[in-house]
């Protein structure tokens, strides 16, 4: 099989939020194609990258890179630590494609748009999605540098009304209503957390609970306190929509976030995040991020949880 961008028809709803359909039914995305660099399999997993987490995608074997500004009217990264591509490789024996770069809400893209993405990967025959993020840190337990699990997601835009899924709903990709309380595959996450005993990595490996809000700011100590009463255990800006983008046309998920910030809860320090302390901590757990996932995508298709 090979692989070039094309004009795509199918993958955008309706929308009653300012976008208009024709526009949208012109958008071309990543598909199965016929020209440049052939690759030979279709991705059975993509991975989306994190904030300062790009160096997933540059290990794969047989790269080829689509940048996102050659594909008319996809939307563009425009967040530092975001290269902006998708890159269709090889992780190990398994076919992936990774998004080196994310698109967040904050940016200005409505919802829909930000994890559209996933349909494309829905149409190429992705089975799995590796989701990661930059979170802050808001268990007292967590240290910068420390990975979690993600096990469930409290979705504060959802509770606003936003979703990826607002609108008239595409039967194609999946039913009106989804249900969520598995969204993060149990089996998935069990095999993580071995994968990462097997590689010692227990002291800074933990599970929890992660919240999107629409950044860009960062939260106010009255806030956090308020995400702490609530049973969240790190807070960022991405990851929920692609989850329900995903879970809505049945395509599993597994994520985790890179602690990168400890939140501040208290009024008393004078302490601040800001964006370059999220990308030097990501910088500085690369490596291990990368024999996390490498051996996790090998232990998935050694267990059989993707298809041949
Ligand atoms: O794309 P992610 O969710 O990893 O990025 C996080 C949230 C903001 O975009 C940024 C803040 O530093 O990092
Ligand atoms: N909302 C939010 N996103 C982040 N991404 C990385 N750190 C943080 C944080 O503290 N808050």
């Not at 939307?75 to 398994?94: E, I, Y």
């Not at 967040?104 to 919802?111: I, S």
Request: proline share 6%; charged share 20%.
């Amino acid at each position: 099989m090979r692989w070039a961008l094309l004009s795509n028809s199918r993958l955008h709803h309706d929308s009653s939020n300012g976008h208009n359909r024709q526009q949208q039914d012109d958008t071309p995305l990543a598909l199965r194609g016929n020209t440049v660099n052939p690759i030979s399999v279709a991705p059975k997993i993509a991975i989306i990258c994190g904030s300062g987490l790009g160096s997933l995608a540059t290990i794969l074997d047989e790269k080829i890179d689509f940048p996102y500004e050659q594909i008319p009217h996809f939307p563009q990264s425009t967040v530092p630590g975001h290269a902006g591509k998708l890159v269709v490789g090889k992780m190990g024996k398994v076919p992936v494609i990774c998004m080196q770069g994310r698109f967040h809400y904050y940016e200005g893209y409505p919802l829909w748009k930000c994890a559209m993405p996933i349909r494309v990967f829905k149409l190429l025959g992705v089975e799995m999605i590796v989701v990661t993020n930059a979170a802050g840190g808001l268990n007292p337990d967590y240290k910068v540098g420390d990975l979690m699990i993600i096990k469930d997601h409290v979705n504060f835009p959802g509770f606003a009304g936003e979703s990826f899924l607002r609108g008239p709903n595409d039967e194609r990709f999946g039913p009106r209503f989804v249900a969520l309380n598995s969204a993060y595959d149990t089996e998935l996450r069990k095999l993580a957390k071995s994968v990462a005993s097997e590689l010692g990595m227990n002291d800074f490996v933990h599970e929890g609970v992660y919240t999107m809000v629409g950044g860009p700011n960062f939260e106010t100590v009255a806030e956090l306190r308020l995400m702490k009463l609530l049973g969240i255990d790190a807070v960022g800006m991405s990851t929920v929509p692609e989850v329900i983008a995903a879970r809505h046309c049945g395509i599993k998920c597994f994520g985790f976030s890179l602690i990168t910030n400890e939140c501040v809860t208290s009024y008393d320090t004078d302490d601040e995040p800001d964006h370059e302390e999220v990308m030097e901590a990501a910088s500085r757990r690369q490596n291990d991020l990368v024999r996390f996932v490498t051996a996790f995508v090998d232990t998935v298709k050694s267990a059989e949880l993707i298809s041949k």
